[in-house]
């Protein structure tokens, strides 16, 4: 069974996001502790609130994380999660992310209400096992501000348009983002998270 | 009409008034603000939303359950109650249903009721997968802590707001405005006046509905779940006036509640007034029509919504 570790850095609720990956088949632990971070098959990030202090609260995580995703290990960043993923982001001024994604993270233009909350639609442009089953125009669950801009395009999987458009999945190597919340967007939420534990199975496998 | 905003000249838009389409004149559709369309207000661009081959955001539909000691009812008028099941079983049921969200308002006044919410709400989570907001005797920043710890992704915030504003800005600082929604009860005075009441609709609190929901916007607040005490319950439609007013005033997102009986009304206001999302609780929960049907009466008429 594919064991994976939700990281508790004290945002938001993790109920949904557990649930929905043991719905799928895998083994959950929520933890913040490094070594059991460290040993799981894959790792999700979710995130609410701020940049800067979500790179705080992740602290010593953030060595681990990153020698979980160079070891090939997969790792899903949600919401603010995808966004620490980047190199740096321009809330609260300027706030260093993982780098794990080159690019940055800018604020969404008010030409439309701000934050994004709600449901809206994936472009998809890429395909992906991890969007396996999802078409183009499927709806999906957003709250943010802020949105990624990856420095390659090659990165982004599927755009969504909300007074500009913007990433909504990206990918590199091992590392995926989704700036929606699947545990929160009902079914096809559910089949990304099942798509995202069947990945992070395959890879257990060539291990 | 055609313009350009200052800070995005690489946008043309084009404006239209959704309840005039073909009225070219501005100045004289009455509750479109001109300074709020140069500020790109949402009205102004939704409505040409085709002509820019723009994704956005669909409407939402959102049952609400009312929830006693951990079990769900149906309040009338505030008054009569029906059982009506189980509330985490009701709301997976809707959530396969197709609706957007989900709101749990707890109408039990005790100290058990309360702490037997959070464990309701804690089931809960752990089987919906659309989000989940809980209102209902919320007074402390602790109890709000609280609640989103046991798994509700906003807390809806009614009495405690009239009586302590502050406890919205500590809120929305601590948590975040996205999961601060506060719930406005108002009941016409006349005049074109609608007056806030508190205690589930049973204290005139003397305050101007538009008015505080202004000041609620200006707190933090991320969203306002408006109840029109006139149509609640009388299945006879909405309060498009009222709706309409409370929309127009503030930028948050309105979540229109009170009067639903028919899919019919559910579209009117969602297409007379700028409301993002409607409620509905009776139609829903006696079988009458189901979300399914609402959403594909409102598909079928152009409304944005997910199917």
């Known amino acids: ?207 | 009409m055609e313009m350009r905003l200052r800070n995005y000249p690489q946008f043309k838009i084009h404006l239209k008034c959704k309840r005039f389409p073909s009225s070219k004149f501005f100045p004289k559709v009455p509750f479109l603000n001109r300074k709020k369309v140069t500020y790109c207000r949402e009205l102004s661009i939704r409505s040409e939303f085709a002509n820019w081959g723009m994704q956005m955001l669909t409407k939402r539909i959102i049952p609400c359950l009312d929830v006693l000691n951990a079990r769900v009812v149906k309040g009338i008028r505030f008054k009569q109650l029906r059982d009506a099941g189980d509330p985490a079983e009701l709301a997976r049921w809707y959530d396969e249903q197709g609706a957007d969200e989900v709101v749990f308002l707890d109408i039990g006044a005790s100290p058990e009721g309360r702490e037997a919410m959070f464990g309701v709400v804690e089931r809960t989570a752990r089987q919906l997968f659309i989000p989940l907001t809980v209102g209902g005797g919320i007074r402390s920043l602790e109890h709000i802590g609280r609640m989103l710890h046991s798994g509700a992704d906003k807390t809806a915030i009614n009495t405690a707001a009239v009586e302590n504003p502050e406890l919205v800005r500590a809120a929305a600082k601590r948590y975040g405005s996205q999961c601060i929604v506060i719930a406005i009860d108002a009941k016409l005075v006349g005049g074109g006046k609608w007056e806030v009441y508190t205690y589930g609709g049973r204290k005139p609190t003397g305050v101007d509905a538009v008015e505080w929901a202004r000041r609620v916007e200006s707190f933090g607040a991320g969203e306002i779940l408006l109840t029109s005490m006139d149509a609640d319950g009388t299945r006879a439609g909405y309060d498009l006036e009222l709706t309409q007013k409370i929309a127009s005033a503030v930028s948050i997102p309105i979540i229109a509640s009170g009067g639903a009986g028919s899919p019919q009304h559910i579209y009117d206001v969602l297409t007379a007034t700028e409301a993002d999302a409607a409620l509905a609780a009776g139609i829903f929960h006696f079988g009458v029509y189901s979300v399914g049907d609402v959403k594909r009466y409102l598909h079928g008429r152009g409304v944005p919504v997910r199917l």
């Open chain 1, 1 to 207: 069974m594919v064991r994976i570790a939700i990281v508790d850095y004290g945002v938001g609720n993790l109920h949904s996001i557990r649930r929905g990956l043991e719905i799928a088949g895998a083994q959950t632990k929520i933890t913040h502790e490094p070594a059991e971070i460290a040993a799981a098959d894959a790792i999700v990030l979710p995130g609410v609130g701020a940049f800067k202090s979500a790179m705080q609260e992740l602290g010593a995580n953030l060595d681990i994380i990153r020698q979980v995703v160079s070891a090939g290990r997969p790792l899903l960043g949600i919401c603010l999660g995808m966004q620490l993923l980047l190199t740096w982001s321009e809330e609260g001024g300027h706030a260093e992310g993982l780098g794990l994604i080159p690019g940055k993270v800018v604020k969404l233009p008010r030409i439309q209400k701000v934050p994004h909350m709600g449901w809206n639609s994936l472009k998809i442009e890429r395909e992906h096992p991890f969007l396996a089953g999802i078409q183009s125009g499927t709806h999906v669950y957003f709250v943010h501000s802020y949105f990624v801009r990856p420095e390659d395009e090659v990165a982004v999987l599927a755009t969504t348009t909300y007074g500009i458009e913007f990433p909504s999945v990206v990918v590199r190597g091992p590392v995926i983002g989704t700036q929606f919340h699947p545990e929160k967007s009902s079914g096809a939420g559910l089949q990304m998270l099942r798509n995202f534990v069947g990945i992070a199975g395959s890879k257990k496998v060539v291990r």
